[in-house]
């Protein structure tokens, strides 16, 4: 396993939790504090593609073009079409090096044992937060609906919705404030 190069944080949580929403304010609020950052989200659904079945990427891709890059006037994108076996963590964060900070939503496989990404763990309830204890290290905060405040653990709970300036101070306390 290689030393990742961006500071990486991982946001964890069950379906419909708020992981989404937490990421958006901690982006924001991120942001507001002069980091470049860079999101990651895993699409779990099988089968799903962002190329639109037709369109020319789509027959690019079908013609055999391992990666397509769209271009219009406000955006790149880019298309690689992978083996699934070869899929790494380190080649998806590859496309995050210019950034300051990396945000994943997902990959849950590819992160729960990686004790060089911390999480924020976004918790339905009492049960989620237990099992998460036991899964995921280091864990930085908990966030989301279900508050873990009367657990009494040492892993402060913050309301991302009310305080994303709280998860993005305890994020600059983990790696360092980022330099002007």
């Not at 304010?25 to 989200?41: M, P």
């Not at 790494?88 to 496989?109: A, F, Q």
């Amino acid at each position: 396993m290689q030393k990742l190069k961006a500071k990486v944080i991982a946001v964890i949580g069950s379906k419909k939790s708020g992981k989404t929403t937490t990421i958006e304010n901690l982006i924001r609020e991120l942001t507001k504090r002069g980091y470049k950052v860079c999101a990651i989200k895993h699409i779990s659904e099988p089968n799903f593609t962002i190329d639109t079945k037709g369109k020319d990427t789509w027959r690019f891709a079908k013609s055999g073009a391992d990666t397509i890059v769209s271009v219009s006037s406000s955006e790149i994108a880019t298309i690689e079409k992978v083996n699934p076996k070869n899929f790494t963590l380190e080649k998806v964060l590859e496309k995050c090096e210019s950034n300051d900070i990396v945000i994943i939503e997902g990959l849950r496989s590819l992160v729960n044992q990686r004790e060089d990404i911390p999480k924020i763990v976004v918790a339905k309830s009492k049960t989620e937060a237990l099992e998460t204890l036991e899964s995921f290290k280091p864990i930085l905060a908990f966030a989301g609906p279900y508050s873990t405040e009367n657990m009494r653990l040492r892993i402060p709970y913050v309301d991302a919705l009310k305080s994303p300036e709280k998860i993005a101070d305890i994020i600059e306390k983990y790696f360092g404030k980022k330099r002007s």
